[in-house]
């Protein structure tokens, strides 16, 4: 079985920094695209970042500017490093990954989610 887990959430100050890493482990034979997703209470879920394989990194206009998303593909890691945070990043930040267990058909998995709370 595939698990992706978070990690580096916590409670932090408006204007202070946090990094988030998504660890994936179990079968996994490759990733396409791996990403982080919030959910703020009473609000959908939304794409924050997206990575492909290949390093191309996608970004919701909120965040542009203040986050960077990055990958290491030798361990299967994302990382979202968040500066300048502000009280309405508040969420639970989810980690997302497309990937392959056995080619050539490919599968979204989802970690369990991690809180960032961020104090004005």
């Known amino acids: 079985q595939v698990q992706l887990v978070e990690s580096g959430g916590g409670l932090v100050q408006a204007g202070n920094s946090l990094r988030l890493s998504c660890a994936a482990s179990g079968r996994i034979f490759s990733i396409n695209t791996m990403g982080w997703y919030r959910q703020a209470p009473g609000k959908q879920r939304e794409l924050v970042a997206s990575?492909?394989?290949?390093?191309?990194?996608t970004y919701a206009d909120s965040v542009k500017g203040r986050f960077t998303i990055s990958r290491d593909n030798a361990e299967n890691t994302v990382y979202l490093q968040m500066n300048s945070l502000k009280p309405e990043d508040t969420a639970v930040y989810y980690c997302?990954?497309?990937?392959?267990?056995?080619?050539?058909?490919?599968?979204?998995?989802w970690g369990k989610g991690t809180l960032v709370t961020v104090s004005s």
């Open positions: 997302n990954a497309h990937l392959i267990q056995s080619p050539p058909v490919g599968m979204y998995y």
């Open positions: 990575v492909t394989s290949g390093g191309t990194a």
